[in-house]
Nanobody, 121 residues
Framework: QVQLVESGGGLVQAGGSLRLSCAAS????????MSWYRQAPGQQRELVAV???????NYADSVKGRFTISRDNAKRTVYLQMNSLKPEDTAVYHC???????????????WGQGTQVTVSS
Protein backbone atom coordinates (compact mmCIF):
# COMPACT_ATOMS: atom_id res chain seq x y z
CA GLN A 1 0.00 0.00 0.00
CA VAL A 2 1.41 3.33 -1.06
CA GLN A 3 1.24 6.18 1.42
CA LEU A 4 2.71 9.57 2.22
CA VAL A 5 3.52 10.38 5.84
CA GLU A 6 4.31 13.92 6.97
CA SER A 7 6.21 14.95 10.07
CA GLY A 8 7.79 18.04 11.56
CA GLY A 9 4.83 20.28 12.27
CA GLY A 10 4.31 22.03 15.58
CA LEU A 11 4.01 25.33 17.41
CA VAL A 12 6.58 28.04 16.83
CA GLN A 13 6.85 31.76 17.53
CA ALA A 14 6.80 34.28 14.73
CA GLY A 15 10.23 34.57 13.15
CA GLY A 16 11.06 30.97 13.95
CA SER A 17 11.71 27.99 11.71
CA LEU A 18 10.33 24.53 11.11
CA ARG A 19 11.27 21.73 8.73
CA LEU A 20 8.57 19.47 7.37
CA SER A 21 9.28 16.03 5.94
CA CYS A 22 7.12 13.75 3.82
CA ALA A 23 8.19 10.17 3.15
CA ALA A 24 6.63 7.98 0.49
CA SER A 25 6.42 4.26 1.21
CA UNK A 26 5.10 1.14 -0.49
CA UNK A 27 5.66 -0.50 -3.85
CA UNK A 28 6.72 2.66 -5.65
CA UNK A 29 8.32 2.49 -9.08
CA UNK A 30 8.81 6.17 -9.82
CA UNK A 31 8.05 9.59 -8.31
CA UNK A 32 7.27 12.58 -10.49
CA UNK A 33 6.22 15.93 -9.01
CA MET A 34 6.22 16.42 -5.24
CA SER A 35 4.54 19.39 -3.60
CA TRP A 36 3.41 20.99 -0.37
CA TYR A 37 -0.03 22.50 0.01
CA ARG A 38 -1.60 24.17 3.03
CA GLN A 39 -5.10 24.82 4.23
CA ALA A 40 -6.00 27.34 6.90
CA PRO A 41 -9.38 27.19 8.71
CA GLY A 42 -12.18 28.42 6.49
CA GLN A 43 -9.90 28.76 3.47
CA GLN A 44 -9.24 26.73 0.35
CA ARG A 45 -6.19 24.52 0.04
CA GLU A 46 -3.37 26.42 -1.66
CA LEU A 47 -0.15 25.38 -3.31
CA VAL A 48 2.91 26.39 -1.29
CA ALA A 49 5.81 24.88 -3.23
CA VAL A 50 6.48 22.30 -5.91
CA UNK A 51 9.56 20.39 -7.02
CA UNK A 52 9.87 18.30 -10.18
CA UNK A 53 11.75 15.04 -10.55
CA UNK A 54 14.57 17.06 -12.10
CA UNK A 55 14.77 19.42 -9.17
CA UNK A 56 13.07 22.49 -10.61
CA UNK A 57 11.13 24.44 -7.99
CA ASN A 58 8.35 26.97 -7.81
CA TYR A 59 6.81 28.81 -4.88
CA ALA A 60 3.73 30.76 -3.93
CA ASP A 61 4.48 34.48 -3.82
CA SER A 62 3.63 34.56 -0.11
CA VAL A 63 6.49 32.22 0.81
CA LYS A 64 9.20 33.15 -1.71
CA GLY A 65 12.49 33.89 0.00
CA ARG A 66 11.35 32.25 3.25
CA PHE A 67 10.53 28.63 2.35
CA THR A 68 12.70 26.10 0.52
CA ILE A 69 11.48 22.82 -0.95
CA SER A 70 13.90 19.97 -1.59
CA ARG A 71 13.79 16.23 -2.17
CA ASP A 72 15.92 13.16 -1.58
CA ASN A 73 15.01 10.67 -4.29
CA ALA A 74 16.91 7.82 -2.65
CA LYS A 75 14.86 8.29 0.52
CA ARG A 76 11.68 9.06 -1.42
CA THR A 77 11.27 12.10 0.78
CA VAL A 78 10.36 15.73 0.17
CA TYR A 79 11.19 18.51 2.63
CA LEU A 80 9.93 22.00 3.30
CA GLN A 81 12.28 24.28 5.21
CA MET A 82 10.25 27.17 6.58
CA ASN A 83 12.09 30.22 7.92
CA SER A 84 10.90 33.62 9.16
CA LEU A 85 7.51 32.14 9.91
CA LYS A 86 4.52 34.45 10.24
CA PRO A 87 1.16 33.94 11.99
CA GLU A 88 -0.48 33.83 8.55
CA ASP A 89 1.53 30.68 7.78
CA THR A 90 -0.62 28.84 10.32
CA ALA A 91 -2.35 25.95 8.54
CA VAL A 92 -2.44 22.22 8.04
CA TYR A 93 0.33 21.38 5.59
CA HIS A 94 -0.28 18.51 3.20
CA CYS A 95 2.22 16.60 1.11
CA UNK A 96 1.30 15.72 -2.49
CA UNK A 97 3.12 13.41 -4.88
CA UNK A 98 2.61 11.80 -8.26
CA UNK A 99 3.65 8.17 -7.91
CA UNK A 100 3.74 5.17 -10.19
CA UNK A 101 3.76 1.53 -9.15
CA UNK A 102 4.38 -1.88 -10.68
CA UNK A 103 6.87 -0.76 -13.31
CA UNK A 104 4.38 1.61 -14.90
CA UNK A 105 5.00 5.21 -15.91
CA UNK A 106 1.37 6.09 -15.32
CA UNK A 107 1.30 8.44 -12.34
CA UNK A 108 -1.40 8.65 -9.70
CA UNK A 109 -1.85 11.50 -7.25
CA UNK A 110 -1.42 10.77 -3.54
CA TRP A 111 -1.96 13.00 -0.51
CA GLY A 112 -0.64 12.80 3.00
CA GLN A 113 -2.85 13.22 6.05
CA GLY A 114 -1.39 16.60 6.90
CA THR A 115 0.63 18.12 9.72
CA GLN A 116 -0.39 21.16 11.75
CA VAL A 117 1.82 24.23 11.76
CA THR A 118 0.90 26.97 14.22
CA VAL A 119 2.79 30.26 14.36
CA SER A 120 2.13 32.44 17.39
CA SER A 121 2.56 36.21 17.35
Amino acid sequence: QVQLVESGGGLVQAGGSLRLSCAASGSIFSINVMSWYRQAPGQQRELVAVITSGGSTNYADSVKGRFTISRDNAKRTVYLQMNSLKPEDTAVYHCYAQLSTGGSRVYTAYWGQGTQVTVSS
